[in-house]
């Protein structure tokens, strides 16, 4: 096994015991261990261990997140819900949230739970994946803290609220789309800092209106300060679209709030008048919808297989071997990394940090040999 690669149970137990090491409880911390391990098995290292130690670990070491969650009920009807997260775990924030939604979604056919002052959940897809696990159409969003302009804007006003949305096929894997309304999110920013990639031309936009190119470290930065933003999916302008990416962060913003009396905008900076850090009060919201209310599970899974199949089969671009579905190379990772996720080697000393910091010394990684 080369040394950048570790086994899925030695990091699950980890990670876990990590987050236990941090205050989190012991069921809580096996939640939040599969959210953010999901992602690495999907091949999204934006949101995998990359993230583990910095938006996780270090936002409950500065007090801003807090270990013990507490998931209050606010207000409940037979087919919705408002959640209070008290900025909790968010991910554990979002698997309750779902749960609740599948079990109201199989008693009356749909349910929905919106939820306030949450943390970072993880990535969106985790939770229409759950729904589609019992047979359910699943959606959910987020809001995050302000970092994409609006179209004809200039300044970061929204996150980069992710519209997700998984429908069960009879494949192999189910339809899933979970992507930001923004050509790239600041996970993606951070990875490429790490891995030495430059920033990709059109995603981000500077006070002057220009495209920010160069440095992926110097463009965060400038991201993190208010003097550049994401873009929205569409780019800079109206001529390829940005106004619909601009109009779908839109919908995921007021439904992260409006419901729930949430907070918004510029009030999810994570930080005071003063620049002192503080909780991002996240809001998120979760759809599930009983496909055996309407013609059936096995209807509903073999004509989503039906429809995505002819689309695959379609004639395909010069040059292109295949037309893949959503969620599909998401699945073929999957298969390609059943020996274990890889590690960067700035997330390598992150883990060894941990380890250390916490006394796990049960623990030895590969690369350490």
């Known amino acids: 096994m080369k040394k950048n690669i570790v086994d899925w149970k030695t990091i699950t137990d980890f990670v876990v015991d990590s987050f236990v090491g941090y205050g989190i409880p012991r069921e809580d911390a096996e939640i939040c261990a599969d959210v953010l391990l999901e992602s690495d098995k999907r091949g999204i290292e934006s949101h995998g261990v990359n993230r583990f130690k910095p938006i996780y670990l270090d936002r409950i070491r500065d007090g801003i997140q807090n270990p013990v969650t507490n998931f209050e009920i606010i207000k409940e009807?037979?087919?919705?819900?408002?959640?209070?997260?008290?900025?909790?775990?968010?991910q554990v924030i979002g698997y309750k949230a779902m749960e609740m939604a599948i079990a109201k979604a199989k008693e009356y056919g749909m349910g929905m739970v919106v939820v306030r002052n949450s943390c970072h959940y993880g990535i969106a897809g985790y939770y229409p994946g759950m729904a589609c696990?019992?047979?359910?159409?699943?959606?959910?969003?987020?809001?995050?803290?302000?970092s994409v302009a609006p179209t004809f804007g200039v300044e970061g006003m929204f996150g980069t609220n992710p519209l997700?949305?998984?429908?069960?096929?009879?494949?192999?894997f189910d339809f899933l789309i979970d992507c930001a309304s923004s050509i790239t999110q600041n996970g993606k920013v951070e990875y490429y800092e790490r891995i030495?990639?430059?920033?990709?031309?059109?995603?981000?936009?500077?006070?002057?209106?220009?495209?920010?190119e160069g440095d992926a470290g110097v463009a965060l930065k400038m991201i993190r300060n208010g003097t550049a933003a994401l873009t929205t999916l569409g780019g800079i302008g109206e001529a390829l679209g940005g106004y619909k990416g601009y109009g779908y962060a839109m919908v995921v913003e007021l439904l992260s709030a409006v419901l729930q009396d949430g907070a918004y905008g510029k009030d999810l900076d994570g930080k005071d008048a003063d620049g002192k850090k503080t909780p991002y009060h996240l809001g998120h919201f979760f759809i599930a919808i009983d496909t055996n209310y309407f013609l059936g599970e096995e209807l509903c899974r073999k004509k989503a297989g039906d429809i995505i199949r002819a689309v695959r089969n379609s004639q395909k671009a010069p040059g292109a071997e295949r037309i893949y579905s959503a969620g599909e190379k998401e699945h073929l990772v999957r298969l390609a990394?059943?020996?274990?996720?890889?590690?960067?080697?700035?997330?390598?000393?992150?883990?060894?940090?941990?380890?250390?910091?916490?006394?796990l010394s049960q623990y030895r990684f590969p690369w350490e040999d």
């Not at 696990?133 to 302000?146: D, L, Q, S, V, W």
């Not at 997700?164 to 192999?172: M, S």
């Open 77 to 90: 009807t037979p087919t919705t819900a408002v959640i209070d997260g008290h900025d909790g775990m968010g």
């Open 133 to 146: 696990r019992e047979g359910c159409i699943g959606i959910t969003g987020t809001n995050a803290r302000p």
């Open 164 to 172: 997700t949305v998984g429908i069960p096929t009879d494949e192999d």
């Open 196 to 212: 030495g990639e430059e920033v990709h031309p059109g995603t981000i936009i500077g006070q002057d209106g220009q495209p920010i």
């Open 337 to 359: 990394r059943k020996d274990g996720v890889p590690i960067n080697e700035s997330v390598q000393k992150e883990l060894c940090q941990v380890r250390d910091e916490l006394s």
